[in-house]
């Protein structure tokens, strides 16, 4: 079976300020199977903002899970974060999935994986994704040698992963809070 590839989610916050973001493009093999695709959304009344990385149905199951995690621990993003991991990595069928997420609000920022994985990054940046180790570059420059707001750091930051990396397009999704 040929694999599909193709997502650059980037996560910043910076000035009391968090934004997240995704290109659009699905690849199949070597095809571009999808150009629009959208990889961010809100969660629990729009208090979390998260993406995702990976099979597309296995994420939309990941990110159900994660609502009602969200749910369960009345909007504490650490305790769902930990609580999804746990059950992800335990499931026999959970474990199978094959996604990333990034989530975040105002206050916490979490990279999860189905290896049980909760990574708080050091430097309010997250990513995820084929792209996601040019997109860390440019923000980390971004962020050090620039006075750009979150939002436009994740922008700029898409911007320059599409011109690099094949599996990322310019297609652009931003949400800010």
Same mark, same amino acid.
């Given at each position: ?11 910043? #916050? ?8 995704? /290109?659009?493009?699905?690849? +199949? ?7 629009? %695709?959208?990889?961010?959304?809100? *969660? $629990?009344?729009?208090? =979390? ?8 149905? /296995?994420?939309?199951? +990941?990110? !159900?899970?994660?609502?009602?995690? +969200?749910?369960? $621990? &009345? ?6 974060? =930990?609580? +999804?991991?746990? !059950?992800?990595?335990?499931? &026999?069928?959970?474990?199978? *999935? ?7 609000? &105002? ?5 999860? %994986?189905?290896?049980?994985? =909760? ?10 994704? %084929?792209?996601?180790?040019?997109? *860390?570059?440019?923000? #980390?420059?971004?962020? *050090? ?9 994740? !922008?700029? %930051? ?8 094949? $599996? ?7 949400? !800010?809070?």
């Amino acid at each position: 079976m040929t694999e599909m590839h193709g997502t650059t989610i980037i996560a910043v #916050r910076k000035d009391d300020k968090i934004a997240i973001g995704g /290109d659009g493009q699905v690849t +199949l093999g070597h095809t571009v199977f999808k150009a629009k %695709s959208q990889k961010i959304r809100t *969660l $629990y009344n729009g208090e =979390v903002l998260a993406g995702f990385a990976g099979a597309t149905a /296995d994420a939309f199951t +990941l990110f !159900e899970r994660f609502e009602v995690k +969200l749910k369960e $621990y &009345k909007g504490n993003l650490k305790k769902a974060a =930990v609580e +999804l991991a746990k !059950e992800w990595r335990s499931d &026999k069928y959970l474990r199978r *999935l094959e996604a990333m997420i990034i989530a975040m609000n &105002k206050d916490d920022l979490f990279i999860i %994986s189905g290896t049980g994985d =909760v990574i708080e990054p050091d430097d309010n940046i997250a990513v995820i994704g %084929s792209g996601g180790a040019y997109a *860390l570059a440019s923000a #980390r420059a971004m962020v *050090l040698h620039t006075d750009l707001n979150a939002y436009q750091i994740v !922008e700029e %930051s898409l911007k320059i992963t599409a011109e690099i990396c094949i $599996y990322t397009n310019h297609n652009r999704t931003i949400l !800010e809070k």
